[in-house]
């Protein structure tokens, strides 16, 4: 089965989004401990945060996938 690009690309933008959300709201909670505040402050950090994230998954995504296929072939080879 072979994955389109257009699905490569709209799966890089839900996993971008998805862990910037999180990561912003891990990173915003800790060191505010919930104050008042603190969910401006981890949406104003997202908005900046996601499109980064994005666009360095588009440029680290093909390297991570060339990776896993070397490390998962030389494991065949050990096999």
């Not at 912003?24 to 997202?46: K, N, R």
């Not at 093909?62 to 896993?68: G, H, Q, R, V, Y």
């Amino acid at each position: 089965m072979t994955t389109s690009r257009s699905t490569l690309i709209l799966a890089q933008l839900f996993i971008s989004g998805s862990m910037s959300f999180l990561m912003t709201g891990i990173f915003a909670a800790v060191p505010l401990w919930f104050a008042s505040g603190w969910v401006a402050t981890w949406m104003q950090h997202w908005l900046v945060a996601w499109p980064v994230a994005f666009l360095l998954s588009l440029i680290v995504g093909p390297l991570c996938f060339k990776a896993s296929f070397m490390v998962l072939r030389g494991a065949d080879r050990l096999r």
